[in-house]
């Protein structure tokens, strides 16, 4: 992870003199290959960092996190951490959201010294194990009363707003991305529409829907000239509402002070 990740990193500081890690707010180091699962070429120059991604890197740790003390969200999702949480605590002290999505997480011991995180706010532990035990969310909410959303609802099941609930189903499908066995760009192109409101991306989904009635409707039993077989229910690079997103950046923001190690790429 340290090599591809410096490697990243070198190649998105040439592109601007002005990206240092001091002025670096959110990083994204999904896919790249951790050391021996754990976290190496992070320092603490990042004094900046709100929001650190390392989703499906291998991680067996968080041991070697460096002094974030200004970090928001933490995304450890797809991991194979179970345990040693206590660090974050320490860490991290400001964490608000935190997803562990896909990690080995059995018990509720594991997760008990995020006690000490007095300001983290959401907590998902989608595909672990302790999901399974009796109880779970009730417990959890006993266990972390400072927790207002747990793998995004809280306590009466009400849905976390609209960018908390966003990020968690982006989470959960990332973490899914080899069960479904599709190309990661694909998953990334479908995870661009969920940029959009719910609702307008209803009514532009019934709009080409409606259109496509109409047309079967005027043309019957016409064959189609082109022989080429239409794909219904799949999402494709040529999809209208992706290409309306195709400028849309999944893992980086568009400020400068943003350095993302991986972008997808939209298209063929």
Known sequence: MAREAQK??????????????????????????????????????????????????????????????????LELSDNRISGGLEVLAEKCPNLTHLNLSGNKIKDLSTIEPLKK????????????????????RENVFKLLPQLTYLDGYDRDDKEAPDSDARATWRAWMTTRRTRMRLPQNEILQCLCVVGKREEEYDEDAQV?????????????????????????????????????YESVPLCASVSDQSLAAQKPRVGK
């Open 8 to 73: 990243c990193l070198r190649r998105e500081g040439s592109r601007s003199s002005r990206r240092r890690p001091v002025g670096v707010k959110e990083l994204v180091l999904d896919n790249c290959r951790s050391i021996e699962g754990k976290i190496e070429g992070l320092t603490d120059e990042f004094e900046e960092l709100e929001f650190l991604s390392t989703i499906n890197v291998g991680l067996t740790s968080v041991a070697n996190l460096p002094k974030l003390n200004k970090l928001k969200k």
């Open 117 to 136: 995180l007095e300001n983290l706010k959401s907590l998902d532990l989608f595909n672990c194990e302790v999901t399974n035990l009796n109880d779970y």
């Open 208 to 244: 080409v829907e409606d259109e496509e009635d109409e047309e079967e409707e005027e043309e019957g039993e016409e064959e189609d000239v082109s022989g080429e077989e239409e794909v219904r229910g799949t999402i494709s690079p040529e999809s209208p509402l992706l290409n309306a």
